[in-house]
């Protein structure tokens, strides 16, 4: 096994190492309004569930931008507004993830520039992409500051929301209240320039036995 030592290495290289190994990522493609009203999309594939009561999601946002010392434009919006709305990124948004990822000057709609169309939300301000088949709609609950908020490698906002409402297309429904997984064809982030999509072939199921229902003398079954 080969040690990879940390000490020494920039920020950015850090950062790199975890991206390739925590993997895949779910990508968050986040909806927001400016004050104006424009909308913003930006992916984020830093996007954990926390938790179910209340329904806590977590999204990390750098604290700049990769090319200047400016905040980012989802950070603007979302932190003036308290809202936003997290698209589930799927196949059918793949071929313009690193589009809409490009860091596009304030008040770029980035759903026009790319010609995702977006639909009035339930709850929340920010639009939905009508693209995605589902969609978390978020209000602010607490935010985390963490690393140099300096640097767009290290400096941090950990933004846990409470999900509001979501919204899902019925080609994805298992039951009234549940997902088919497989139906979805989600698209996870790999290391740089890497990306996978959950499709038929891809994924496979594993049944999970309690141990208490394990038979008498067996541990693994």
Known sequence: MRIIDLAGRTPA???GLLSQLVVPRPIAMITTLNADGGVNVAPFSYYMPVCGEPPLVAVTVGSVREATDQPKDSWVNLSASGEFVINV???ALADHIET???????GVDEAELVGWR????QVV???SLADSPAHLECRVREVIDRGEMDSCFSGVHIVLAEVVCITADESIMASPTRIDPTRVHAVGR???PWFVAASTDSIFSRDRVAYADLPDGEVVA
């Open 190 to 192: 790999m290391g740089f």
């Open 89 to 91: 990124t799927t196949t």
């Open 13 to 15: 290289q850090k950062q």
């Open 100 to 106: 809409v990822a490009r860091e596009y000057p304030p």
């Open 125 to 127: 301000a920010p639009p």
């Open 118 to 121: 977006t639909v009035p939300s």
